[in-house]
């Protein structure tokens, strides 16, 4: 890369960061000719979150659809493009939604029938009569009573509340239950003739049963009884019908850690993996109108988003994001297409370019539709890819946030931010809120090392492979080798050296100053201080399972080796440990035993706990306080 021309514009605050609107959820027209999406601020700045839906026509400067004053999500366009449906909490502000269905030709919307309460996912069926929607079992009458008689002790694991797929009339709004009994539906799509729908289930709800065995059904949408068609190990992505085959986004488990895209018979089969060793990470699957034997998918390579098509039989993926940015930045999950599958609308971003709505021909030219990000402009700086080789000879790949005012020859302090996962990864995408803070960092003087260490999604199985059984082992040797390659580089100073990350981003900083000392700050975001003690607090015990042999409790010694706080003597690095009071991830006395710890062993530490969050952080002023804490603990130790 030729030396970066760097922004020396203000630095960014917490507070724009916070308060900067972001699209999302793109739907383009059955005609290709419009898009509505929605749009939202970072942070949520009221007692209720809000969000708008806004639409651009026939290329049009985008303008409001609904005025934003509601949680308005989720648009449809209704087959023929002549109504919207989207998802509303007008019924009850922050806890119940409804559906609303808006006629494009103007007029108000109006709710679709009576049903409400956790509604997600509405999907029209093909002729446009019926919508279908996933609903959550509200909680009994009795229960409600007691609660409010503070009558209210929980027995834990009895009585769940099961999501199930309803259907509503279109016309009379007339809505009835598909599925019943003790399944748990978790994603869902149209036949395309619309006598059924299928649907991806688990036995039961909640984060943990995701990780332990689901099932494909056909459900009929008369009613009546469903019939499986196919088991995974894990729950795959949202289904999709093409021809007489289903296809999804599958993962193999353990034996077979990437996603890649997996066909059963829709009259049942074993599913079988069309990508076997192609090294990418798909996240979602879409038909393309009018090609019976082809899929679209979006998927990370490396540290690019994309679209690609895959021919069912025999195929190989074939990149159609518009060639303005094919291979440049990242496109967002959630494109869609026109209904003749030559348009398609999504949101793409880059390291030094802010999220914006896209609309173009597959494979051919394409233009973003908004410009929230323009306030922006000039002032992010610039992001390269580097790569650099572990001590076992295993190659690594990052991305490099370069400090506002660099000087080639001159060396600055250097943050490597880690990410959650680990079954994630990094992508060339803008890093510009509470969870990503290398543009923050970076306008205040800071460059930020952004690694994919072994175990990171988007380089194929293999490499997911390597952190199985090593837990925080290879990989921490794999962030303190990044570090090391940047000093050598001569832009990080070794004096000045910090870490920090939210989620397996947290853990891994832990685990890695128990290592080493080069490290002179550490942020430790909702990080595990115990593998042990996380296996029975944490809502995901049985992910645990894709990358240990086992249960801590016939494995223990692996779980304590893996343990940041089996090693907390070692550490010497100053530590902020910030955590959600509510999260149900990595419980917070996950950080109470890493606080603990360190400040018994008489390392500087700080312990900050944000009440109401749970694993991500929300409310607007809970995340400002978050960066600001962030950029300041960072300045003490490295900068002043």
Not at 42 to 71: M, Y
Not at 202 to 213: C, D, Q, V
Not at 378 to 407: C, F, H, K, N, S
Not at 545 to 551: R, S
Request: with cysteine.
């Amino acid at each position: 890369m030729s030396e970066p021309v760097l922004a020396a514009a203000r630095p960014l605050t917490p507070e724009e960061l916070a308060d900067r609107e972001v699209p999302a959820e793109p739907r383009i027209s059955p005609d290709g000719r419009s898009v509505v999406f929605v749009v939202a601020t970072a942070g949520q700045q009221g007692e209720h979150p809000q969000s708008a839906l806004w639409i651009s026509r026939d290329g049009a400067p985008v303008r409001k659809l609904t005025a934003g004053v509601f949680e308005d999500r989720a648009p449809r366009w209704s087959p023929d493009g002549s109504k919207l449906l989207f998802l509303s909490d007008r019924v009850e502000r922050g806890k119940e939604k409804g559906l609303y269905v808006l006629p494009m030709d103007g007029g108000e919307a109006l709710q679709l029938g009576d049903l409400a309460g956790k509604l997600e996912a509405p999907a029209w069926s093909p002729d446009g009569a019926t919508v279908a929607v996933l609903r959550t079992d509200p909680t009994p009458e009795a229960r409600t009573k007691r609660e409010e008689e503070r009558d209210d002790a929980v027995e834990v694991d009895a009585d769940p509340r099961f999501t199930r797929l309803w259907a509503i009339d279109a016309a009379s709004g007339k809505a009835r239950c598909l599925t019943t009994g003790e399944r748990e539906v978790r994603s869902f799509c149209w036949l395309p003739d619309g006598s059924g729908l299928v649907a991806a289930t688990t036995a039961l709800p909640g984060w943990n049963e995701r990780y332990s065995g689901a099932e494909l059904r056909v459900v009929p949408a008369s009613g009546g009884r469903s019939r499986p068609i196919a088991a995974f190990p894990l729950l795959p992505g949202d289904p999709v019908v093409v021809g007489e085959a289903v296809v999804v986004p599958g993962e193999g488990g353990r034996p077979d850690p990437a996603v890649g895209v997996s066909i059963v018979d829709l009259a049942g089969s074993n599913p079988r993996n069309l990508l076997p060793g192609w090294e990418g990470e798909v996240s979602e699957v879409a038909a393309l109108p009018g090609r019976p034997d082809v899929v679209a998918f979006h998927a990370v390579q490396g540290v690019h988003g994309g679209i690609f098509s895959l021919q069912l039989a025999d195929g190989w993926p074939e990149p159609i994001t518009p060639e303005p940015i094919r291979d440049r930045g990242s496109v967002e999950r959630g494109a869609t297409f026109s209904a003749d599958g030559n348009r398609v609308a999504f949101v793409w971003s880059d390291g030094s370019t802010p999220e914006e709505v896209w609309i173009g021909d597959v494979g051919g030219p394409a233009a973003p539709l908004t410009s929230f990000g323009e306030s922006f402009a000039g002032r992010l700086q610039p992001v390269e890819t580097v790569r650099w080789v572990a001590d076992d000879g295993v190659e690594i790949e990052g991305l490099l946030t370069y400090p506002a005012g660099y000087e080639e020859g001159t060396r600055y302090p250097l943050v490597v931010e880690v990410h959650g996962g680990p079954s994630w990864q990094w992508e060339d995408r803008v890093m510009l809120e509470w969870h990503d803070w290398a543009q923050m960092l970076a306008s205040n003087g800071i460059a930020v090392l952004l690694p994919n260490p072994r175990g990171s999604t988007g380089r194929g199985a293999e490499f997911a492979r390597l952190l199985q059984d090593d837990v925080g082992g290879g990989e921490s040797q794999d962030l303190i080798a990044g570090t090391e390659a940047m000093v050598a580089r001569g832009i990080a100073d070794a004096d000045r050296l910090g870490i920090g990350g939210w989620s397996w981003g947290g853990y891994l900083t832990a685990k890695t100053t128990t290592r080493t000392g080069m490290f002179k700050a550490a942020v430790n975001g909702a990080g595990v201080a115990n593998n042990v003690s996380d296996h029975a607090q944490g809502d995901i015990p049985a992910a645990n399972l894709l990358y240990f042999a086992g249960e801590p409790y016939h494995h223990p010694d692996a779980y304590w080796a893996a343990s940041p706080v089996r090693y907390a003597a070692n550490v010497t690095t100053p530590t902020l440990i910030l955590h959600g009071d509510a999260d149900a991830r990595v419980h917070p006395g996950q950080g109470m035993e890493w606080h603990r710890a360190l400040k018994t062993l008489g390392v500087p530490v700080e312990f900050v706990r944000y009440p109401r969050e749970a694993h991500p952080i929300k409310e607007r002023a809970h995340q400002i306080d978050l960066m600001r804490r962030v950029l300041a603990w960072y300045r003490r130790w490295l900068v002043t």
